[in-house]
């Protein structure tokens, strides 16, 4: 899947296709995207989002998505870096440095529904877009305070439409502290720390969890998993009070046959032979 790179810190975009000129893709960095007319749907992490004039969508890196356009549609790009708002935290409120737009953006309600704006918020939103439209016609928009604080105006419309529809986005910033002591508590069973389960108890889309986890920690989250696993069970393995078909039961495997199979596959030898050395 095509990954597309962006180095100015915001760039303002905005063009009309009946045909979508993008094949499902990800990037590295945030979008903001306003239809100003057309319809069709947007696939978005696996869910299929119709879309229509007024609509807005917000993805994060590593989302994948695409349009499939049914009538001819007119786009509005915001795209930013993570330096943008980092750039400029002299003019953020408070809120915004606790809860940046960053992690606001990468939460998964975002990705999951059609925001309803309501007539006040849908003329604002409007306004707004035109307003940024127009400015970025004049001047270098990335150092703009104005068009800052119109791109932040757009956050408390979303804010303020979720809200009315009684969706709580819990926009905060990921802790990988409290990622690695949910790993470490519940490396016990295995159904807790599938990416999948683990990415909704942070509520973080799946696909952002994965890329974000490699990322930040050097590695994949399957091969931490297994390394710790693995490690874990050596220590059971050496401390040589459980028999072996304890340990297996501790950790989450079926029988003493399937915990042997999966630890020669990482050591190369059996948790018995393992035992001796």
């Known amino acids: 899947m095509p990954i597309l790179n962006q180095f100015k810190t915001l760039v303002i975009d ?136 119109q791109i932040l105006s757009i956050f408390g419309l979303i804010k303020e439409t979720m809200r009315g529809q009684n969706l709580v986005v819990k926009g905060n910033s990921i802790d990988n502290e409290q990622i690695t002591s949910y790993i470490h508590q519940n490396i016990y069973n295995p159904k807790l720390v599938q990416i999948k389960v683990i990415a909704n108890h942070f509520n973080i889309a799946e696909t952002y969890f994965s890329a974000y986890f490699k990322r930040t920690f050097s590695i994949s989250y399957r091969d931490y998993i297994h390394n710790l696993r693995t490690t874990l069970i050596e220590k059971r393995i050496h401390n040589n009070q459980l028999p072996i078909k304890q340990i297996a039961y501790e950790f989450g495997f079926t029988d003493e046959s399937h915990l042997s199979n999966y630890f020669k596959k990482r050591k190369n030898m059996k948790p018995t032979d393992f035992k001796k050395t």
């Open 14 to 149: 905005e063009f009309e296709d009946e045909k979508f000129h993008l094949p499902p893709h990800t990037h590295t960095y945030y979008e903001i995207i306003y239809i100003k007319k057309g319809s069709g749907v947007h696939h978005l992490n696996n869910n299929l989002l119709p879309y229509k004039t007024g609509d807005l969508f917000v993805i994060s890196p590593e989302d994948e998505h695409y349009f499939d356009i049914k009538k001819s549609t007119r786009f509005f790009y915001i795209k930013f870096t993570d330096n943008y708002f980092n750039s400029k935290q002299n003019l953020t409120c408070d809120e915004f440095l606790i809860h940046t737009p960053e992690s606001f953006m990468r939460d998964k309600t975002l990705k999951e529904t059609v925001l309803k704006l309501d007539d006040p918020c849908k003329t604002i939103l409007k306004n707004t877009i035109e307003n940024i439209a127009a400015y970025n016609c004049k001047t270098d928009v990335s150092t703009s305070p104005i068009v800052f604080y």
